[in-house]
């Protein structure tokens, strides 16, 4: 909505208005755009994986052969689970000496095939939406490892309020992954990003690298960069 609209729905000078924004703002309650403003979404939860495969596919596929690229032969990663980092695991097939820790029997599946990567998987729970494993199992077995790199999904990542998620039960793990990982990668298109939820991951500042698609504007971009976030869009 424009500044103009409403100001004249509020019948106030537009100064009044931008005031209220910026406050609003601050807040995390929106975010301001050049002569408006959008309402920021509250995500309450994640569709299953079989409905999250196909939306914004192209994107999830650059961007998962962008952090791909990221990984050095002889590294040790996690891939977290999702749709987005699946596309990681496939981008990984050609390459050398590479061990692949996850919590996802996608991303195992991915790579068995692949002769230069080791795949180790976490065990736990298996959530058949999701094809994701989790629990008092998985998150023992990830308190037990160090790895280079951990490239990490989320439904909602704000540069206020950090990686978010709406289910508790599976925050535990993705922390475990940042505890484990020397650098910390979160892949996410662009619908995710200035997205809250109701549960806290990490703060902005356990996170070293945000990789999401070029269909990110400026506006979104620009508060993540400004906490010190590196971005890379594809």
Known sequence: MSVAV??????????????DLAEAEQEG????TRGGVIVEQLTHAEPSFRERT?????????IGRLAASLVEDGDHIMIDSG????????????RSNITVVTNDMNVAAESRDAPGVKVTVTGG???????????????????????????????????????????????????????????VIVVAD????????????????????LITGKEAGEDSIKPFQ???????TV
């Open 6 to 19: 409403l100001a004249r729905e509020f019948q106030v000078h537009e100064a009044t208005i931008r005031r």
């Open 29 to 32: 309650l929106l975010k301001r």
């Open 54 to 62: 196909n939306v914004r596919l192209e994107q999830k596929m650059r």
């Open 83 to 94: 749709t987005t980092t699946l596309h990681i695991a496939r981008s990984l097939a050609a």
């Open 125 to 183: 729970e298996l959530y058949p939406s999701s094809y994701m494993l989790n629990g008092m199992f998985t998150d023992e077995m990830l308190r037990s490892l160090h790895v280079t790199k951990a490239f990490l999904g989320t439904p909602a990542i704000h540069a206020k309020y950090g990686l978010m998620h709406p289910e508790a039960r599976l925050v535990p793990a993705k922390q475990g992954m940042i505890r484990a990982a020397q650098e």
């Open 190 to 209: 662009d619908t995710k990003l200035g997205k809250l939820s109701l549960h806290t991951v990490a703060p902005c500042s356990s996170i070293h690298t």
């Open 226 to 232: 400004d906490v010190g976030i590196h971005v890379m």
